[in-house]
């Protein structure tokens, strides 16, 4: 199993990015999938999830309106665009698949999102 993480880096505060997540190694219809961040002085959080068929999505209040999930069940993969971002969104952000109604989960590594002018 693997989730791999692509496109975080160094970004203007009020820039944007977009965030890749790769699964292989598990059918990932079957997966809830959602986008954590952590820093080193907090908890992780969850900040987005997607159900398996993409239609329902949840975002933490914190980003509403400026983060978007979505996922592509024929590529395997999960995206996460962050619009208008802020210093406070740096963190490393994680991709989880959890299966549905079970206690399943997997992580990727994470990749590191830095606002900073």
């Known amino acids: 199993v693997q989730l791999v993480e692509s496109g975080g880096g160094l970004v203007q505060p009020g820039g944007s990015l977009r965030l890749s997540c790769a699964a292989s190694g598990f059918t990932f219809s079957s997966y809830v999938m959602n986008w954590y961040r952590q820093t080193p002085d907090e908890e992780r959080e969850l900040v987005a999830g997607i159900n398996t068929a993409g239609v329902i999505t949840n975002y933490a209040d914190s980003v509403k309106g400026r983060f978007s999930i979505s996922r592509d069940n024929a590529k395997n993969t999960v995206y996460l665009q962050i619009d208008s971002l802020k210093p406070e969104d740096t963190a490393v952000y994680y991709c989880?698949?959890?299966?549905?109604?079970?206690?399943?989960?997997?992580w990727g590594q994470g990749t590191q999102v830095t606002v900073s002018s």
């Open positions: 989880n698949a959890r299966r549905a109604y079970t206690k399943v989960t997997y």
